[in-house]
């Protein structure tokens, strides 16, 4: 159950941090002093042993699968090994923002180069990379939309698809996408080698392509020389011209890796036609586990009393803490109570020092999670799940799980629901080894062995239970017409895809036959669900993009206020004066044009219990998709003052599926799944009774709540979707 192997203590100096990287004041010099010291640390790793290996299997066969324990160097490693080896530009791809950043900063370091140079990232909303960047960390997403402008994916010469294991919805995208561009690639490339002789050959060349799914792999000949030389290629000497993609001069093979922390390799090596594994050792001590003798009521109290509890018992050289909650919300509500408890340690008892990280927090607090703490003074680190697999945080010893994740769902009929649920038995077992990685550990479960013993073996891809509209129109904006028939690793339900194709259908995203309309791939560029796609779009005829702009941005954050609960009442007042009777957007509206006429002044946000940190992030968010809507045409300073119909008839546009009507009995009922929906307690619209609303998103909890309401004309729903609501207009 927990990992026993025991390895041979050599971690050295693995461990040494590199301090803070002032990139502008760095001289050369400096890279490559921090690239010398980190060079031990490297070849410690396990993986270092395995490196030519690696290097042999890549370039014998067209796809690998790399399976290793976290912390093993998969991630930080492998790419380097394949850059030193001579492959062209290679992309990572990361479920999420935080490991992207923050894996290409180290992995910059120990090239010995500056971040953006020859190793970079880029995100959604932010692109640090330059031409001369090899070695590009992004989020799977990105990958995803790069598709859009190059659908062979040409300036890679590999893919390398991290943290499979976890088939986040996109990563599933991607894995079907990438196989197909890998078919493409090679058929391109045999055309390119034939190109002299093409005509006579393409007979001979068709039939191999149908009898060549067996039989020795393809040895992959020195690598041709990508990127660089293909820009320059004189185009007209000596360009192939390919039916479906035009000029494909110096078009090679794709290589692809898919790498993942777990022992689910075979389904992999399977869909990508029997695709050798390769199996990397890890360094893993003893975790002792240990359970709760009662189930725990509240798993935010018990965290932060295990947490105090392991600091007062044990020394604060033993290790530092990492916990595992469900998100944003819970992280922020510990770190509150451990920060009380921390300020009132009798004299002589180190002190404990919380540390954050989950995905919208700002790069410069994310690393703090990497840095040594200063003397007396322990380290508890509040995770998602982000630090399950994807980071390896130094240090760790102690590990407090609280069994439990936010997990999307979706059903058709209901909407879509983001829910705090228990963790699978396979990520528990991740949990619990991050207390072994240096020395042997601890693991702390908040919940019973009984109850482990209930959980699932592992976690049902995420492709399977959420909402697939975007999933649908990228398919198509990449030229997939066959959705239904796409090979999928993990197919979805028919009625689930059939629910997308119908909403795009209505959000005119398609046209009666399924294809992709102009407003469609207009969307497909939008790195947004949809629905906010069409009322980003929506709001520049209706003279309000600057607004419908903000309320994105605002609506891209978990929480921009908070309510502690002993202070209820006070943060219910303080928040009162930017609530608006129209409801939570143009609440959020008042709010972002309050904290901008004060400057974002500290003292203003602790007065009025608002996320100064989600603030910040909605801020930065709002300069990106300024920027973005410039890019696609859009003028981005149309504004409709204080005239915010024109806003909440916009938002209309997209999220008609999202409308409830009130009914005799004062109750709500969806419009489109005809469900019982209550307003959440904390929407600005609670205990208040309007004909119609709509809401950015369904949770149920004991039962559905709509969080994120608006209220509406009812005749405005009609004519936002006429295709299906046509009739009420009546
Ligand atoms: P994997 O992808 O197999 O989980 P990584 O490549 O992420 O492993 O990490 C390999 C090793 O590199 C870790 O065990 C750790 O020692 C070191 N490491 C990675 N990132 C950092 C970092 N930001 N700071 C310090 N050490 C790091
Ligand atoms: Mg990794």
């Given at each position: 159950?927990?990992p026993?192997?025991?390895?041979?203590?050599?971690k050295?100096?693995a461990l040494a941090t590199t301090g803070k990287t002032?990139?502008?004041?760095?001289?050369?010099?400096?890279?490559?002093?921090?690239?010398?010291?980190l060079?031990?640390q490297r070849?410690?790793l396990p993986i270092?042993?395995?490196?030519?290996?690696?290097?042999?299997?890549?370039?014998?066969?067209?796809?690998?699968?790399v399976v290793g324990e976290t912390g093993s160097g998969k991630t930080t490693q492998i790419p380097q090994?394949?850059?030193?080896?001579?492959?062209?530009?290679?992309a990572v791809t990361q479920p999420r923002r935080v490991a992207a950043t923050s894996i290409a900063k180290r992995v910059a370091e120990e090239v010995?180069?500056?971040l953006?140079?020859?190793v970079g990232y880029t995100i959604r909303?932010e692109?640090c990379?330059?031409?001369?960047?090899?070695l590009r960390f992004c989020t799977d997403g990105l990958?995803?939309?790069?598709?859009?402008?190059?659908?062979?994916?040409?300036?890679?010469?590999?893919?390398v698809l991290d943290e499979a294991h976890e088939r986040t919805?996109r990563t599933?995208?991607?894995?079907?996408?990438?196989?197909?561009?890998?078919?493409?690639?090679?058929?391109?490339?045999?055309?390119?080698?034939?190109?002299?002789?093409?005509?006579?050959?393409?007979?001979?060349?068709?039939?191999?392509?149908?009898?060549?799914?067996?039989?020795?792999?393809?040895?992959?000949?020195?690598?041709?020389?990508?990127?660089?030389?293909?820009?320059?290629?004189?185009?007209?000497?000596?360009?192939?011209?390919?039916?479906?993609?035009?000029?494909?001069?110096?078009?090679?093979?794709?290589?692809?890796?898919?790498m993942s922390a777990t022992?689910?390799?075979?389904?992999?090596?399977?869909?990508?036609?029997?695709?050798?594994?390769?199996?990397v050792?890890g360094r893993q001590f003893?975790v002792?586990?240990?359970?709760?003798?009662?189930?725990?009521?509240?798993?935010?109290?018990?965290?932060?009393?295990?947490?105090?509890?392991?600091?007062?018992?044990?020394?604060?050289?033993?290790g530092d803490i990492l916990v595992f909650l469900s998100g944003q919300?819970d992280i922020e509500?510990v770190e509150?109570?451990?920060?009380?408890?921390?300020?009132?340690?009798?004299?002589?008892?180190?002190?404990?020092l919380p540390c954050p990280i989950f995905a919208a927090l700002p790069q410069a607090q994310q690393a703090l999670v990497f840095d040594a703490a200063?003397?007396?003074?322990r380290k508890v680190i509040l995770a998602t799940n982000i630090a399950e697999t994807s980071l390896t945080i130094p240090g760790i010893r102690h590990v407090i799980d609280s069994?439990v994740h936010k997990?999307?769902?979706?059903?058709?009929?209901?909407?879509?629901?983001?829910?705090?649920?228990?963790v699978?038995?396979s990520s528990a077992r991740q949990r619990a080894g991050r207390a072994g990685r240096e020395a042997?550990g601890?693991c702390?479960?908040?919940?019973?062995?009984?109850?482990?013993?209930?959980?699932?073996?592992?976690g049902?891809?995420?492709?399977?239970?959420?909402?697939?509209?975007?999933?649908?129109?990228?398919?198509?904006?990449?030229?997939?017409?066959?959705?239904?028939?796409?090979?999928?690793?993990?197919?979805?339900?028919?009625?689930?895809?059939?629910?997308?194709?119908?909403?795009?259908?209505?959000?005119?995203?398609?046209?009666?036959?399924?294809?992709?309309?102009?407003?469609?791939?207009?969307?497909?560029?939008?790195?947004?669900?949809?629905?906010?796609?069409?009322?980003?779009?929506?709001?520049?005829?209706?003279?309000?993009?600057?607004?419908?702009?903000?309320?994105?941005?605002?609506?891209?954050?978990?929480?921009?206020?908070?309510?502690?609960?002993?202070?209820?009442?006070?943060?219910?007042?303080?928040?009162?004066?930017?609530?608006?009777?129209?409801?939570?957007?143009?609440?959020?509206?008042?709010?972002?044009?309050?904290?901008?006429?004060?400057?974002?002044?500290?003292?203003?946000?602790?007065?009025?219990?608002?996320?100064?940190?989600?603030?910040?992030?909605?801020?930065?968010?709002?300069?990106?998709?300024?920027?973005?809507?410039?890019?696609?045409?859009?003028?981005?300073?149309?504004?409709?003052?204080?005239?915010?119909?024109?806003?909440?008839?916009?938002?209309?546009?997209?999220?008609?599926?999202?409308?409830?009507?009130?009914?005799?009995?004062?109750?709500?009922?969806?419009?489109?799944?005809?469900?019982?929906?209550?307003?959440?307690?904390?929407?600005?619209?609670?205990?208040?009774?309007?004909?119609?609303?709509?809401?950015?998103?369904?949770?149920?909890?004991?039962?559905?709540?709509?969080?994120?309401?608006?209220?509406?004309?009812?005749?405005?729903?009609?004519?936002?979707?006429?295709?299906?609501?046509?009739?009420?207009?009546?």
């Amino acid at each position: 159950m927990v990992p026993k192997v025991v390895f041979p203590d050599n971690k050295g100096d693995a461990l040494a941090t590199t301090g803070k990287t002032k990139q502008s004041k760095q001289s050369k010099q400096d890279y490559r002093v921090v690239a010398q010291k980190l060079r031990a640390q490297r070849e410690s790793l396990p993986i270092f042993s395995a490196r030519s290996a690696i290097v042999k299997q890549v370039r014998a066969h067209p796809t690998v699968i790399v399976v290793g324990e976290t912390g093993s160097g998969k991630t930080t490693q492998i790419p380097q090994y394949l850059l030193e080896s001579g492959f062209g530009t290679i992309a990572v791809t990361q479920p999420r923002r935080v490991a992207a950043t923050s894996i290409a900063k180290r992995v910059a370091e120990e090239v010995g180069t500056p971040l953006g140079g020859r190793v970079g990232y880029t995100i959604r909303f932010e692109d640090c990379s330059s031409e001369r960047t090899q070695l590009r960390f992004c989020t799977d997403g990105l990958l995803l939309r790069e598709i859009l402008s190059d659908p062979l994916l040409r300036r890679y010469e590999v893919v390398v698809l991290d943290e499979a294991h976890e088939r986040t919805l996109r990563t599933d995208i991607l894995l079907g996408m990438l196989k197909d561009i890998q078919r493409e690639r090679k058929r391109v490339a045999e055309l390119n080698q034939q190109a002299p002789e093409a005509e006579e050959e393409e007979e001979e060349e068709e039939w191999h392509r149908d009898h060549r799914s067996h039989g020795t792999h393809v040895t992959f000949d020195e690598p041709e020389a990508p990127v660089a030389a293909e820009a320059e290629a004189p185009a007209v000497a000596s360009a192939v011209v390919d039916s479906v993609h035009g000029d494909v001069t110096g078009v090679g093979e794709l290589k692809i890796i898919v790498m993942s922390a777990t022992l689910d390799a075979e389904r992999f090596a399977a869909y990508f036609d029997a695709a050798p594994i390769l199996y990397v050792a890890g360094r893993q001590f003893p975790v002792t586990t240990y359970y709760t003798t009662t189930p725990q009521a509240d798993y935010l109290d018990a965290a932060h009393l295990a947490a105090l509890q392991i600091h007062t018992e044990t020394p604060s050289t033993s290790g530092d803490i990492l916990v595992f909650l469900s998100g944003q919300e819970d992280i922020e509500s510990v770190e509150r109570l451990l920060r009380e408890s921390a300020g009132s340690f009798p004299a002589g008892v180190p002190a404990l020092l919380p540390c954050p990280i989950f995905a919208a927090l700002p790069q410069a607090q994310q690393a703090l999670v990497f840095d040594a703490a200063p003397e007396f003074t322990r380290k508890v680190i509040l995770a998602t799940n982000i630090a399950e697999t994807s980071l390896t945080i130094p240090g760790i010893r102690h590990v407090i799980d609280s069994g439990v994740h936010k997990a999307r769902g979706f059903d058709p009929r209901v909407g879509e629901s983001l829910l705090v649920e228990p963790v699978s038995k396979s990520s528990a077992r991740q949990r619990a080894g991050r207390a072994g990685r240096e020395a042997p550990g601890f693991c702390y479960r908040l919940y019973t062995e009984a109850d482990y013993a209930q959980l699932a073996e592992d976690g049902v891809p995420e492709i399977k239970r959420c909402r697939l509209s975007m999933v649908v129109l990228q398919l198509k904006a990449a030229g997939v017409d066959d959705v239904m028939g796409f090979d999928f690793m993990d197919r979805p339900s028919k009625k689930a895809l059939k629910h997308a194709l119908l909403e795009l259908f209505a959000l005119d995203a398609l046209d009666d036959q399924g294809a992709l309309t102009p407003l469609g791939r207009w969307m497909a560029e939008f790195p947004l669900e949809p629905a906010y796609a069409k009322v980003v779009y929506a709001s520049q005829a209706a003279g309000c993009t600057r607004e419908a702009i903000d309320v994105v941005a605002l609506l891209s954050v978990d929480s921009l206020f908070y309510a502690p609960a002993d202070k209820r009442d006070e943060s219910n007042a303080a928040q009162a004066v930017f609530r608006s009777s129209d409801g939570d957007h143009v609440t959020l509206l008042n709010l972002l044009r309050a904290y901008t006429a004060v400057n974002g002044d500290a003292e203003w946000c602790k007065e009025h219990f608002v996320n100064r940190r989600n603030m910040k992030h909605v801020l930065d968010v709002r300069v990106q998709l300024n920027r973005l809507c410039a890019r696609l045409g859009l003028d981005t300073q149309r504004s409709c003052g204080a005239d915010v119909d024109a806003v909440l008839r916009c938002f209309l546009a997209g999220f008609f599926h999202n409308c409830a009507l009130l009914q005799p009995d004062g109750s709500y009922r969806s419009l489109s799944g005809s469900q019982a929906v209550h307003v959440h307690p904390g929407s600005a619209l609670f205990g208040k009774k309007t004909p119609a609303i709509f809401y950015d998103q369904l949770v149920f909890t004991n039962k559905l709540h709509a969080r994120g309401v608006s209220a509406v004309d009812p005749l405005w729903i009609a004519q936002a979707a006429p295709k299906l609501y046509g009739r009420l207009s009546k």
